[in-house]
């Protein structure tokens, strides 16, 4: 199946920093990559989903200044968490399409002291 | 509103234990159902299905979409500990957002 690369895996920042994750799609192209976020014990909850060439399409409640998403190529969209607060400490998972299906990155887990 | 209901929520079974897994839907516009597995990290993708009545396969795991009941199983035969996950059910209607089931965590024990 297609590879999707996500990175870091884990990432560990103090309150008021940024913290930039990268989703790559390895083998395909993806015009359209998607952001989620995931708490214990909770299916995935659809954050943004980012357009290449154009700016994101946020989710209702998902404050797109906090979460800046960019999505500079075909293979690459990064999610930027900004002035980061423990309550963003979370599970941060992408994915892209190709040929109708999603593949996820391996998620990054961002944790907020 | 378009939702996905998985069944049972959780499962625990011994190794060599069949299982099955129950997914039903609505959606507005039907595009295709996936299966992805979780473990510790993101899911993996384990199946897509379009179309009614065609089994998918892939060694002990095996998948079939009802479209006229609204409903998909995923079965899992002579089960080991490395199949304890969360199994998803996820719809991708015409949008290509997906929908997600709840998941059903299964426990796979020795």
């Known amino acids: 199946g297609a590879v999707v690369s996500q990175h870091p895996s884990w990432v560990i920042c103090k309150s008021g920093t940024s913290v930039k994750i990268e989703c790559r799609s390895l083998?395909?192209?993806?015009?359209?990559m998607f952001w989620y976020r995931q708490f214990p014990k909770q299916s995935l909850m659809l954050m943004a989903t980012?357009?290449?060439?154009?700016?994101?399409?946020?989710e209702q409640g998902v404050e797109k200044d906090k979460f800046l998403i960019n999505h500079a190529s075909l293979t690459l969209s990064t999610l930027t968490v900004t002035s980061a607060h423990p309550e963003d400490s979370s599970f941060y998972i992408c994915s892209a399409s190709t040929g109708n299906i999603q593949y996820f990155g391996a998620g990054t887990r961002l944790s907020v002291l | 509103e378009d939702k996905v209901v998985q069944s049972p929520l959780s499962l625990v079974v011994h190794e060599g234990d069949t299982v099955t897994l129950n997914c039903s839907y609505e959606?507005?516009?039907?595009?295709?159902l996936l299966w992805y597995k979780q473990e510790k990290k993101a899911p993996t993708f384990l199946f897509m299905l379009t179309s009614s009545g065609i089994e998918k396969k892939s060694g002990r795991l095996s998948s079939i979409l009802d479209k006229k009941e609204l409903f998909s199983i995923l079965n899992i035969t002579a089960t080991q500990t490395g199949d304890s996950a969360v199994y998803l059910c996820?719809?991708?209607?015409?949008?290509?957002?997906?929908?997600f089931g709840q998941g059903t965590t299964l426990q796979v024990k020795p």
């Open positions: 996820v719809l991708s209607g015409n949008t290509g957002k997906l929908i």
């Open positions: 980012s357009n290449e060439g154009s700016k994101a399409t946020y």
């Open positions: 083998d395909f192209q993806a015009t359209t």
């Open positions: 959606v507005t516009n039907f595009r295709s």
